[in-house]
Structure formats: C-alpha cells, structure tokens
C-alpha cells in the first residue's frame, strides 16, 4: 500500500494506509454490504449509469436507508475527484465498499451506507484484448446459491475467494465456479460466456451468476445488432463442446480462454465482440 495516495472514508479524504475500521463494523464482521469496480479513461467512468443502476438496486435489496444526498451525482463527483487526488484520471480502477453501520447481528446502530472509495492506476493492458488466451479450470470446492441476493457484489465474497486461491495453486488464470445444480454460474471476477453451434450464450442470472456490469452491456449491444445469443443454463458438456469460452468484467472488458481443463479452444467471435462494442468504450 502507498501511502501517497489517498481515499474516502464516508465524506472524509484520509491516506489510504489511514487506520478506519473498527472492531465493531458490520462488514467486517458479517460481510454486510456489497462493493462495486468501475473503470476511469480520461476523466470518465465507463458505463456509469449500469453501475449506478446495480449500486442503488443492491442498497435496496439489502434494505439500506439511503439518504437524498447519495445519488450517482454525488458519487460521481466524489469518485472523479479522488482519480484526480491520486493524479489517477487517465486510467483508474474505483473500488467503492459499501457497509451497514456498527452494531451486533441484530442492532446495527443505523441503515445508512457507510463507504471506503479508492483508486488504482491501471495500465494499457487494460484496454486490449488478451493476446494469449487464459488457462482455466472448474472450481468444486464450494458451490454459488441462487437466491434474490446471490447476482449482487456482496462483501461475503468467499466462494470467489477460495476459487482464486485454488487457482493460483493449480496454476491456472481462473476458476471457473458451478451452482448447486453443477452448472457454471460465473468466474471469480468475471462472467462467463461460451460459443456453442455458432450461438453466443451465458447463464441467466437465475443460475447464480453475478449481475456484470460489462454483461449487460454486451447482451443489450447483441440484441440491437440482430445476433444469436441465449441466456441459458451451461453445462460441464456444454464447456467441454463449446467452441470458445470467453469472461466479461468492467476493467478489461473480455478476455478469450484458450483451455479449461483438458479442453482447447479457438477465438473468433470475443475479438470481434471487443472491437466491435468493448474498444469504443476505452476511446
């Protein structure tokens, strides 16, 4: 951590190495909240009212109290300002973690969103296509729910957290991670995507998927261009048949795998999908 750069705590500018949490914050303690991950090019945030349209959907799913003065004006201002602080505009990654004020399991001291806002420098290979496809593998261990909660970024984080552990251990970019029904639901920071018979899919949000940000993004652009795709469940034969595989997130926007497990793969359509919808975005 450097301590030249700096945060928000709530309203308030600290160094980021700045001591904020106390022993009684619920999100520590519980993981009570959610985060979101934006991405800055030349002073902007990429697809800013998606992610707004997620942040205020997930306060109040999880019942947050929000105040009239914490809207997407207020929090892009406050973002915007810190990338500059941080001397971040041209590129940065924004991590805004969203938490219940102190308090035990049942008494929280109030329902209002408490934040930790930072900014990373991100470099230019965030903004290319991979030029070597990714190795990855399917994560078993633990198996993501599909409830009216489980498409938001929550702060209780650990199947993705122990997926990329697992796959930091087996040497390998990425895991891949199943539901309950051993069917794939996302990555550890990404959605997943397969071509199967010339048709574009991914799972549903039913499945257990989170709710992408760069997901809805391109499954709006597939629909207005006129091309096949299904929001449909995937399974380990699905994987095994596919003809490419390929994630979406916010900050690189697509990456192509080339191997999950014993299985190759080709890319065709992921670097026409980034050039055609994802590489705007960056200019």
Known sequence: MNNNFFIYYNDTLLKEDAPIITANNRGLRYGDGFFETMKIINGKIILK?????????????LQFQQPAYFNASFLEEKI???AKKNHQQKGARVRLNIFRANGDLYNAENHLPNYIMQTSLLNTQHHTLNKKGLKVDIFKDAKKVFDKFSHIKSNNYLPYTMAALWAKQNNVDDALLLNADN????????NVWIVLNGII???PLTEGCINGVMRKYLLTCLQKEGIPFQEVSITLDDIAQAQEIFLTNAITGIKWIKQC????YHTQVAPYLFEKFVEPLWK
């Not at 009212?49 to 799913?61: D, G, N």
């Open 201 to 203: 899919k991914t799972p």
């Open 49 to 61: 009212e998606i992610h707004f349209e997620r942040l205020f959907t997930s306060l109040e799913l």
């Open 261 to 264: 497990g014993k299985n190759a």
């Open 80 to 82: 915007l300002a810190l």
């Open 183 to 190: 069917h794939i639901a996302d990555a550890t920071i990404a």
